[in-house]
């Protein structure tokens, strides 16, 4: 879940240095702060954030409230989903194993 965090965090933007330097760019994640103007207009996510949304893309599978809007996005997100997915199948054949 933290390698892909760090994944979400690094590339998200343009990168923390990008982010940093104030230059607005296309953000590559929706993440519900963003959606209401009642919110601050100023906030900007942070490496808490992305721990966030790979934790809960981790658990449940899919996208969460946080969604994807670029190709990498997405398709990174996938991959978390099937290598989730797949430890848990890899764990579950195991403990059958064990239980004949």
């Known amino acids: 879940m ?3 965090a760090l994944w979400y965090w ?4 343009g990168g ?3 982010r940093a330097c104030g230059e607005r760019s ?3 994640f929706w993440f519900p702060q963003m959606q209401s103007a009642d919110l ?4 900007e996510p ?3 954030d992305y721990l966030y949304v ?3 893309n981790a658990t449940a599978f899919s996208p969460t409230d946080t969604m994807p809007l670029s190709r990498w996005a997405k398709l990174t997100m996938l991959v978390q ?3 989730s997915l797949a430890t848990v199948a890899l764990v579950v054949a195991r403990a059958v194993n064990v239980l004949k």
């Not at 601050?40 to 906030?43: A, F, G, R, T």
């Open 10 to 13: 690094q590339f998200d933007r």
């Open 26 to 28: 296309l953000p590559d």
């Open 16 to 18: 923390p240095s990008v």
């Open 40 to 43: 601050d207009p100023e906030w």
């Open 81 to 83: 989903s099937a290598v």
């Open 54 to 56: 790979s934790f809960t």
């Open 46 to 48: 942070h490496f808490v």
């Open 2 to 4: 933290i390698g892909f």
